[in-house]
């Protein structure tokens, strides 16, 4: 599969299956942490989601600009990881739930949270711009694209398992503690201890008491506090098994690190083994035009896919039959609204051979499309994703009903083939967008501003990200296939518009 690319491909995507690993932890479980940890609504959770996941990206542009000044791309890359496996330790501490003093351990987890995005930006961009300059040499550069979706591939691997591992150690330590896993239950526990749940909420809450312990507790109070302590404290130890996917990542850079190109020898002296062209001033403003304007169309197309932490995440828990996908494993159960996060690194790892293969077909008759349009076609992809959550929503209750009652029972809960099957999509459109975008990025961008092009890309993505609000202010208060359908518009207007720059791109690319 790595035959004719360069040595040092492998070692960088195996470098990044650790962050990945982190990366997905955090998409399946924070938002629900937040609110099962806080007692935050659905638009609070959303925002210190958003926020966080915004500086992942936003923050990639400090580590580019750090790289680029000091030219020690390995050096930043390495700090980067050391920063994120810290971070994780940091938010992995089990600490009281009901918290406390609740501005003080949510301020504790927001620097948890920053040192993870400071080192993930440190890391990323940078590691991606290390990898395209493995393509700028002539022999290697024809392939460049299958390369970035070869990386993309590996790295997801990391991501593969960690919501299974995630959901597994949470509901390990619940089953530990002598009760059983309930998606619902965190919510209404915070609804009786803070007095507002409905009547309904409040004879919910005790048939799901009675399920979860065996019996009817004899005290609430002390059954809601209880449950929500262990709920929680399973969902600090499911972050600490990012520490330890951490650690094989810092191991595995050490170890393939003088494998890799130094970006900064590249800036310094036109080589014409790398391939190297001057560029005038003109062309560097051509190029830095078309980037831009990719960066800006793409900002649609991750507020939408982006969604999967958030609001699917919700209706994966709110409307989903969960128990459709329970496996006991004896010693635990791997059940959840988070585990929906496992299928779209599954299909990354499974699709990815089918399009590279599907792409290396119609290069051979000469019909291969331009990256540029391939990013185009993922946008409409994506746009068929969320028209089948709009379909498939059809009929649902708001989210202000379902709370009203406490929850709906299973056989009012959709089929979770429909999350499944929309991820499946979302996977393909990804594939078409994002490991095509950087190898767009890392073919474009003048040579000497590859760390902060690459940033660039990711700070779009944190536009994106910090837009992922509008998507849970429109869950809570608007029916549910209205909000899927707002997705629909968004990648619609990212596809025509990509599709109107497409000429213009590819003569900027050659």
């Known amino acids: ?229 262990v709920f929680n404290t399973g969902f600090h130890y499911a972050f600490g098994i990012a520490i330890l996917a951490m650690l094989i990542s810092i191991t595995i850079f050490m170890l393939n690190k003088r494998k890799f190109p130094n970006p900064a020898l590249k800036t310094r002296s036109a080589s014409a083994e790398a391939g190297t062209v001057t560029m005038d001033i003109k062309e560097i403003k051509q190029r830095f035009y078309a980037l831009f304007a990719v960066f800006a169309v793409v900002i649609f197309f991750w507020f939408s896919f982006h969604q999967n932490g958030v609001t699917l995440t919700y209706f994966a828990r709110d409307y989903t039959n969960l128990s459709m996908i329970n496996i006991d494993l004896g010693f635990t159960t791997i059940k959840g609204a988070e585990i929906f996060q496992f299928f779209n690194p599954f299909f990354v790892v499974f699709l990815t051979p089918i399009i590279i293969g599907f792409f290396g077909w119609l290069r051979a008759r000469g019909k291969e499309p331009s990256t540029p349009r391939k990013i185009a076609i993922g946008m409409g992809i994506a746009t068929v994703a969320f028209a089948v959550m709009s379909i498939g929503s059809m009929g649902l209750p708001t989210l202000k009903e379902v709370t009203a009652v406490g929850g709906l029972p299973d056989v009012m809960r959709v089929t979770p083939f429909l999350l499944i099957g929309t991820y499946f999509i979302l996977t393909v459109a990804e594939l078409f967008i994002s490991p095509l975008g950087l190898s767009f990025v890392s073919k474009v961008a003048p040579p000497q501003h590859q760390g902060i092009m690459q940033g660039c890309w990711l700070g779009a993505t944190a536009i994106g990200n910090q837009l992922l609000i509008f998507g849970a202010i429109f869950y809570e208060n608007i029916p549910i296939w209205a909000t899927w359908s707002v997705f629909v518009i968004a990648c619609l207007i990212s596809m025509f518009t990509m599709l109107a720059m497409v000429k213009w791109l590819e003569r900027v690319a050659k």
């Open 1 to 229: 599969m790595f035959k004719n690319h360069p040595k040092g491909l492998l070692g960088a995507a195996l470098s990044n299956m650790g962050e990945r690993f982190g990366f997905y932890i955090m998409m399946a479980i924070l938002s629900l942490f937040l609110m099962s940890k806080f007692g935050l609504g659905e638009t609070q959770a959303t925002i210190i989601y958003s926020i966080f996941y915004a500086l992942i990206y936003l923050l990639a542009l400090a580590g580019g600009f750090i790289a680029d000044r000091t030219k020690k791309y390995k050096g930043t890359i390495f700090i980067g990881l050391i920063l994120m496996a810290i971070g994780y330790f940091l938010i992995a501490i089990p600490t009281p739930t009901p918290v406390p003093n609740l501005p003080l351990y949510l301020a504790m987890t927001c620097v948890g949270l920053f040192v993870i995005a400071f080192g993930n930006g440190l890391f990323k961009g940078n590691l991606q711009a290390v990898v395209g300059q493995m393509y700028d040499h002539p022999e290697y550069s024809k392939r460049r694209d299958t390369g970035f979706q070869l990386f993309y591939m590996f790295i997801n691997v990391g991501a593969l398992f960690a919501p299974l591992f995630a959901v597994g150690i949470r509901n390990w330590w619940v089953q530990h503690n002598g009760f059983l896993y309930d998606s619902g239950l965190p919510s209404l526990c915070h609804g009786f201890l803070k007095g507002t749940n409905t009547p309904e909420a409040a004879e919910r809450l005790n048939e799901l008491a009675v399920k979860v312990s065996g019996s009817l507790p004899a005290d609430m109070t002390t059954f809601a506090n209880s449950y929500l302590d």
